[in-house]
């Protein structure tokens, strides 16, 4: 099982950015497919952006256009750019590889 640990979360302004970055114990190639949930208090997890293991990209509604989802194979690492950031977006960001999970880390968007 590979280990994956999320960082880069923190206490944002509205409209700020934040850059959210996955590590992996292991090689990330091996995954079909890593992503990006979040989970708001009171709310189910839901799911925020996928990449392939070829990289192509797939971004639910409620970010398209604000996040970006990339990797770097040769660090093991998948990021997570999210600009204009929305009060709506404060959540725990979990990532994952297949069936693997993060332990998450929490963005907060207030003024």
């Known amino acids: 099982q590979v280990q994956l640990v999320e960082s880069g979360g923190g206490l944002v302004q509205p409209g700020g950015s934040l850059r959210l970055s996955c590590a992996a114990s292991?090689?990330?190639?091996?995954?079909?497919?890593m992503g990006w949930n979040r989970q708001a208090p009171g709310k189910q997890r839901e799911w925020v952006a996928s990449?392939?293991?070829?990289?192509?990209?797939d971004y639910a509604d409620s970010v398209k256009g604000r996040f970006t989802i990339s990797r770097d194979n040769a660090k093991n690492t998948v990021y997570l750019q999210m600009n204009s950031l929305k009060p709506e977006d404060t959540a725990v960001y979990y990532c994952?590889?297949?069936?693997?999970w993060g332990q998450g880390t929490q963005v907060t968007v207030s003024s």
């Open positions: 990449i392939t293991r070829r990289g192509s990209t």
């Open positions: 994952h590889g297949d069936t693997d």
């Open positions: 292991g090689s990330i190639v091996n995954f079909n497919a």
